[in-house]
């Protein structure tokens, strides 16, 4: 069983089968896709949304949640909570992510999702640490870790994901713990 969670203006909602367009959508664009390693195809994309579906059911009800809007109920992307499937230098680990189409940017709509997933994963979940991480260059995903109160490692490690000399391998980590 999913968990959903809702704020003021979100629903924070299992996955529809109408959601794949609209994330193919912002997954095949660049600007979104800045700080990532490639734009997805409608196929990548897809796969994308079939593995968030499933860890739901390995997560006890928890992940990768597709954000719908109360007003409109249009989708716009997704806020939610992550176990990666590689090892990293500090595993293991949860992380909170989120990936919003642009025309919902600036709107204060990822940090409304991501303190109501904070709140479900420190309350409900009892998780006693949440981390996030971003490409060095990517100062909006910093500002929105900030504003969640999340605190920066003083070190900067390399994506495990992404191959020696890549552009976006160096990476900085952000954390919080259920005491803060």
């Known amino acids: 069983m999913i968990v959903e969670l809702e704020t003021e203006r979100l629903f924070l909602r299992a996955w529809k089968e109408e959601d794949r367009e609209p994330f193919f ?3 095949s664009n660049p600007e979104v896709m800045e700080f990532f390693p490639d734009t997805l195809t409608k196929e990548q ?7 968030i579906i499933r860890k739901f059911e390995t997560q006890d009800g928890w992940g990768l949640w597709a954000i719908e809007l ?3 109920g249009e989708f716009i992307g997704f806020v939610g909570l992550n176990i990666p499937n590689i090892e990293f230098p500090f595993s293991p680990f949860v992380e909170i992510g989120w990936r919003l189409d642009k025309p919902f940017w600036g709107k204060g709509y990822a940090c409304e999702a991501a303190r109501r997933i904070l709140d479900f994963a420190f ?3 009892e998780l ?5 991480f971003t490409t ?3 100062y909006r995903s ?3 870790m900030k504003k969640l109160g999340m605190v920066r490692d003083e070190k900067t490690f390399m ?17 919080l713990r259920r005491s803060e």
């Open 25 to 27: 959508r912002l997954n």
């Open 45 to 51: 994309s897809n796969v994308f949304v079939d593995n």
């Open 70 to 72: 109360k007003q409109g």
């Open 123 to 125: 309350t409900e979940t």
């Open 128 to 132: 006693e640490e949440i981390v996030a």
């Open 136 to 138: 060095v260059s990517n």
């Open 142 to 144: 910093e500002i929105i």
């Open 159 to 175: 994506h495990p994901g992404l191959a020696e000399g890549h552009p976006l391998r160096e990476h900085v980590l952000y954390r």
